[in-house]
Nanobody, 118 residues
Framework: QLQASGGGLVQAGGSLRLSCAASGFTLDYYALGWFRQAPGKEREEVSCISSSGSSTSYANSVKGRFTISRDNAKNTVYLQMNSLKPEDTAVYYC?????????????WGQGTLVTVSS
């Protein structure tokens, strides 16, 4: 199970930190990350972190503003979002896959809504 939290309403330029608590599987074996979906838009992979945490990737739209991290001891992955823009408004989903090089996520939990007002 993957349980995301930390979403909310924030003004443009503000920050939010999303958390995702994992249970029922060994975190160490999976790459973890976030994708988002806004109304009327395609799903977009936001960020991914490798199983060891040594490698990360970001969508061009969030590079330099978002930072992904993980704490395997706490079975948790985080997404620090700074300098938020209205176009970041979406439901954010925490997900896992075997490797960040794979395109498809194999499992995800319920999302958390992020709303950025202008």
């Amino acid at each position: 199970q993957l349980q995301a939290s930390g979403g909310g309403l924030v003004q443009a330029g503000g920050s939010l930190r999303l958390s995702c608590a994992a249970s029922g599987f060994t975190l160490d074996y999976y790459a973890l990350g976030w994708f988002r979906q806004a109304p009327g838009k395609e799903r977009e992979e936001v960020s991914c972190i490798s199983s060891s945490g040594s490698s990360t990737s970001y969508a061009n739209s969030v590079k330099g503003r978002f930072t992904i991290s993980r704490d395997n001891a706490k079975n948790t992955v985080y997404l620090q979002m700074n300098s938020l823009k209205p176009e970041d408004t979406a439901v954010y989903y925490c997900a896992r896959k075997r490797s960040c090089t794979l395109a498809l996520w194999s499992y995800w939990g319920q999302g958390t809504l992020v709303t950025v007002s202008s």
